[in-house]
């Protein structure tokens, strides 16, 4: 079992930064292979993958919304991942998700794939 406890949201002008970070508990036995992933979710659109890490090679991968202005990094000591967001806009106002899954070869930014979800933490970016 994964619990994820996102953090970091909130409200920023056009232009502005936020760092998002997501916090794994786990419990029992858990693969190694670990994918964490940002997604994202405005009212009325469906979630987007924002971008993606696997654990054990930090290697990212990121999803169009990301456009070159975010980031994910991790500290697999704390468990904990992180969205460098930069540069927002209006745009990127959503509930952004944390993400965690297991042996997952493909799709990192389908959220089909992903079995654990954290509550959301809200970004609202102004003009």
């Known amino acids: 079992q994964v619990r994820l406890v996102e953090s970091g949201g909130g409200s920023v002008q056009a232009g502005g930064s936020l760092s998002l970070s997501c916090v794994a508990s786990?419990?029992?036995?858990?693969?190694?292979?670990?994918?964490m992933a940002w997604f994202r979710q405005a009212p009325g659109k469906a979630r987007e993958g924002v971008a993606a890490i696997r654990t054990s090679s930090d290697s990212p991968f990121y999803g169009a919304p990301a456009g070159g202005r975010f980031t994910i990094a991790q500290d697999n000591a704390r468990r904990t991942v992180y969205l460098h967001m930069y540069n927002l806009r209006p745009g990127d106002t959503a509930i952004y998700y944390c993400a965690a899954g297991m042996g997952i070869d493909s799709g990192l930014l389908n959220p089909d794939a992903y079995t654990y979800w954290g509550q959301g933490t809200q970004v609202t970016v102004s003009s």
């Open positions: 786990v419990s029992g036995s858990t693969a190694s292979d670990r994918v």
